[in-house]
């Protein structure tokens, strides 16, 4: 099986922490050069220092509220670097709470941050894929794609907006080598998972350790996922090897979804 992606560029967003570093981390490994991309300069160096393999590695300070900044800045990388092989669309979803609940800003903020940015990112790196004759794109989304999740209104609005996109942009690019997946991480022991917790804690008055207890139940595996595990789904379906599998949703979840 060819796993080998030395000689390929990476392109990783929200790659500072959690899945998105996770998942760079196993890019370089595999012999990618990585180009990190968050918006907190601070822990995009510390990231960049501890990238493995014998990649060229970078990382660009980006905030995704700015959409014009961020397609300024990649075609600016792209210009100095050349073109990217494969692009990893991870951004932190919206806060959570009933969908009732939800104003009108918070759709729109987060359709930009999640599908508009995803977009402005496609665009601009899919030219050197043809060119190169090999692209992946790679869009870490959630299981809320295939059954809701209770809570989170707004984000599973804009998560299915984004696999549909998803699903669009892989028939039209197939024909070039590029192939488009999707991610789905279930419940991952990060700081997205966090802050939810916290957050529904202090909203029910239930502890955090009751809320993850009952998190649990619903989990054959009995456990959260880690970072990594997730990783290890995006970077194969980086690889040569992946190159026949285009346009489906890959949940990484212990068996929480309830459908194929």
């Known amino acids: ?15 500072s922490q959690g899945i998105g570093k996770a998942a760079a981390m196993e890019l370089a490994a595999l012999g990618a050069s990585v180009t990190l991309v968050a918006r907190n300069e601070g822990r995009l160096k510390s990231a960049k220092e501890s990238l493995p393999g014998p990649g060229q590695h970078e990382y660009l300070c980006i905030d995704f509220t700015n959409p014009d900044q961020l397609r300024e800045k ?13 692009l990893v669309n991870n951004t932190g979803g919206p806060p959570g709470g009933p969908i009732t609940e939800a104003k009108p800003d918070e759709f729109v903020q987060a359709f930009s941050n999640h599908l508009l940015c995803n977009h402005i990112l496609v665009q601009t790196v899919i030219a050197g894929m ?9 869009n870490v989304i959630s299981t809320s794609v295939k059954q809701p999740l209770k809570g989170l209104g707004v984000s599973n609005t804009i998560r299915a907006a984004v696999a549909n996109w998803s699903k669009t942009l892989s028939l039209e690019l197939a024909p070039f080598g590029i192939t488009v997946n999707n991610v789905l991480p279930g419940a991952t022991k990060t700081q997205r998972l966090d802050s939810l917790l916290e957050a529904k804690s202090q909203k ?14 619903e989990i054959p595996a009995a456990r959260f996922a880690s970072p990594e595990e997730v990783a290890a789904a995006i970077a194969f379906l980086a690889t040569p090897a992946a190159a026949y599998i285009n346009g489906i949703n890959v949940p990484v979840d212990g068996g929480r979804t309830g459908s194929l």
């Open 1 to 15: 099986m060819n796993l080998n992606l030395e000689g390929k560029r990476a392109l990783v967003c929200g790659s």
């Open 74 to 86: 990649i075609q600016k990388h792209l210009f100095g670097h050349g073109a990217v092989h494969i």
């Open 130 to 138: 043809k060119q190169e004759k090999y692209g992946r794109i790679i």
């Open 204 to 217: 029910t008055g239930h502890s955090i350790e009751a809320l993850e207890k009952e998190m649990l139940t």
